[in-house]
């Protein structure tokens, strides 16, 4: 039986994370999670899994989970950064499963490697911003990276057997969005409600936005280049509107290999909790016969500017992923809070990247120093705190 540790449990992945656990109870064993403040959630699931050690994302939530059980202290590790690495030191997992949200998730992920971890990653973010050093210290302690998004798993599944040097093509598809079929002079002022209404996926509300964006795909290909070691002029982005098809891989005999399953989270978790076995399931089956007719298209760049400046950021390489991410953490925090428009994500990231200097990155110190600088310079700027 795996022993697993989630982080981010009661966020979209990590709920379901935890019913795939569940389902499967004689594969997976869930020794610890952690959590942010949604106090009501996390009792529900410290109930399921009643000997599961846990952490919380402040002092504030911790101590409003000691009322209801004087006992809790003995399975409550801490709070905030520490409280998931003592998490982590104390479960012993033999999978950590990384399903934060956001550049918060990347120095658990490291020192889970180095100390010999694998990580299950659905934390794109944490890649985006330092897939050479996790790269490297994957490579150095043997932990492996395992992904859980749906289009990283269909590329493993694609390269099954295969060397990245017979690839001609990576394609990764996207949904296009909450917005795909508006008429493009409309989008500068699309509403919250209309970015957060997902035509396929249900996702947390960041995501959301970025598949709005199309910087989540740019988010993706970084995460591809890191993951598979394919350079960046072999991987592209399609629209399929039907989300069947995951991800594709051509290769070059002229052969194109697709991944295909429903849109569903549970399957890519699985996967990831599974591997490298593959084990049975009735969590959502698949009919080929009831699949919808599908299509592919390219992506119209005037559309989704944003996935330009993902392209642009993960070509130039050095801090600018970071950058990147980081100022896109800040834009769409601002947007689901009011404060700036649709349009003015595009902006804001458009804006730090000309701004923060370029740096090669060598440490976790300068990725941190990358972060810190582009929130403060975009927060000067536009004078949002």
């Not at 769409?332 to 902006?347: C, Q």
Request: proline fraction near 5%; aromatic fraction near 6%.
């Amino acid at each position: 039986m795996k022993r697993i540790v989630v982080l981010g449990s009661t966020g979209s992945v990590g709920t379901n994370t935890l019913e795939v656990a569940a389902h499967h109870g004689d594969e997976f064993d869930v020794v610890g999670f952690s959590a942010g403040s949604n106090v009501p959630l996390l009792e529900r699931q410290r109930g399921r899994f009643p000997d599961a050690l846990f952490a919380v994302g402040n002092r504030e939530s911790m101590m409003l989970l000691a009322p209801a059980d004087p006992t809790h202290r003995g399975r409550c590790v801490g709070f905030g950064e520490d409280g998931i690495r003592r998490l982590i030191d104390e479960a012993r997992p033999d999978l950590l499963v990384n399903c934060l949200v956001g550049f918060i998730g990347l120095k658990p992920t490291l020192e889970a490697l180095e100390s010999g971890v694998p990580v299950a990653m659905a934390n794109k973010e944490s890649i985006v911003a330092g897939g050479e050093i996790l790269v490297a210290a994957s490579r150095r302690s043997g932990a492996g990276i395992i992904p859980i998004d749906s289009e990283h798993v269909a590329i493993s599944q694609c390269l099954a057997g295969h060397s990245v040097a017979d690839v001609r093509r990576v394609y990764i598809t996207a949904s296009g969005g909450s917005l795909r079929d508006k008429p493009i002079h409309e989008l500068a002022a699309a509403n919250i409600e209309e970015v957060l209404s997902h035509p396929t996926w249900k996702m947390g509300d960041k995501i959301t936005v970025d598949s709005a964006t199309m910087l989540n795909k740019g988010l993706e290909v970084i995460e591809a280049h890191w993951l598979f070691d394919v350079p960046y002029e072999r991987i592209e982005v399609l629209i399929h509107p039907q989300s069947t098809v995951h991800s594709l891989v051509e290769f070059k005999n002229g052969s194109i290999i697709a991944q295909m399953s429903i849109p569903d989270m549970k399957l890519p978790i699985l996967h990831a909790l599974s591997y490298p076995r593959m084990i049975a399931t009735d969590l959502a089956p698949s009919t080929i016969a009831e699949f919808p007719p599908l299509c592919f298209e390219r992506v119209d760049a005037s559309r989704y500017p944003c996935l330009g400046l993902a392209f642009e950021a993960a070509r130039a390489g050095g801090n600018r992923p970071a950058v990147l991410n980081s100022a896109n953490e800040e834009a769409v925090s601002y947007f689901l809070d009011g404060a700036v428009s649709f349009a003015d994500i595009h902006s804001i990231v458009r804006y730090a990247l000309d701004e923060v200097p370029y740096r090669n990155l060598s440490s976790l110190e300068d990725i941190i120093d990358t972060d810190r600088e582009a929130r403060e310079r975009i927060r000067n700027k536009y004078c949002l705190q």
